[in-house]
T-cell receptor, first 111, second 114 residues
């Protein structure tokens, strides 16, 4: 079993749609959680951290359920520029050094 | 602005060549840098943690004699892929972090071994 699991997709959605991605992690001792965005042939870029209380940044909302070891990302009013691979990332140590990446979920937003 | 600069961005070379990749932290001192590798359609995998002034810590299955890491200053870590072969072709990415902030990644280096 992978430590961080994501549906690879692709999710094909029209512009303006709302789309949700899920991620599960296996290590209950995980400390912190992130969503990164990776464009084709580019480096990952931090989209947002995920907090236990849930957090929102514009059109993006992240949720964390520690009991179920489950993380989600909701994107509202999808834009063409949202097309990318979204990586669920889990950190296992207090220092933030040990990141484990999910395989990513690919999103394609169509006109 | 960019936090980490990685160079070169793309390398194509013959089998048996050694390739050096540089990772620089911009405007801050990085005592720790991380080296990842990503094969097509796969997730990033941590190869090693580079520590300024001491030996790097390698992940299980990563050959330290194959992937030489040098972190001689607080702003520069280098990864040298020695005697590279086609199976070493991959996307190599470095990262670092400032304090308790999340890791930021360099632009990545796409290595193609013919």
């Amino acid at each position: 079993r992978k430590e961080v699991e994501q549906d690879p997709g692709p999710f094909n959605v029209p512009e303006g749609a709302t789309v949700a991605f899920n991620c599960t992690y296996s290590n209950s001792a995980s400390q912190s959680f992130f969503w990164y965005r990776q464009d084709c042939r580019k480096e990952p870029k931090l989209l947002m951290s995920v907090y236990s209380s849930g957090n929102e940044d514009g059109r993006f909302t992240a949720q964390l359920n520690r009991a179920s070891q489950y993380i989600s990302l909701l994107i509202r009013d999808s834009k063409l520029s949202d097309s990318a691979t979204y990586l669920c990332v889990v950190n296992y140590d207090n220092a933030g050094n040990m990141l484990t990446f999910g395989g990513g979920t690919r999103l394609m937003v169509k006109p | 602005g960019a936090v980490v600069s990685q160079h070169p961005s793309w390398v194509i070379c013959k089998s048996g060549t050694s390739v050096k990749i540089e990772c620089r932290s911009l405007d801050f001192q990085a005592t720790t840098m991380f080296w990842y590798r990503q094969f097509p359609k796969q997730s990033l995998m941590l190869m090693a943690t580079s520590n300024e002034g001491s030996k790097a810590t390698y992940e299980q299955g990563v050959e330290k004699d194959k992937f030489l890491i040098n972190h001689a200053s607080l702003t520069l870590s280098t990864l040298t892929v020695t005697s590279a072969h086609p199976e070493d072709s991959s996307f190599y990415i470095c990262s670092t972090k400032m304090g308790n902030q999340p890791q930021h990644f360099g632009d990545g280096t796409r290595l193609s071994i013919l």
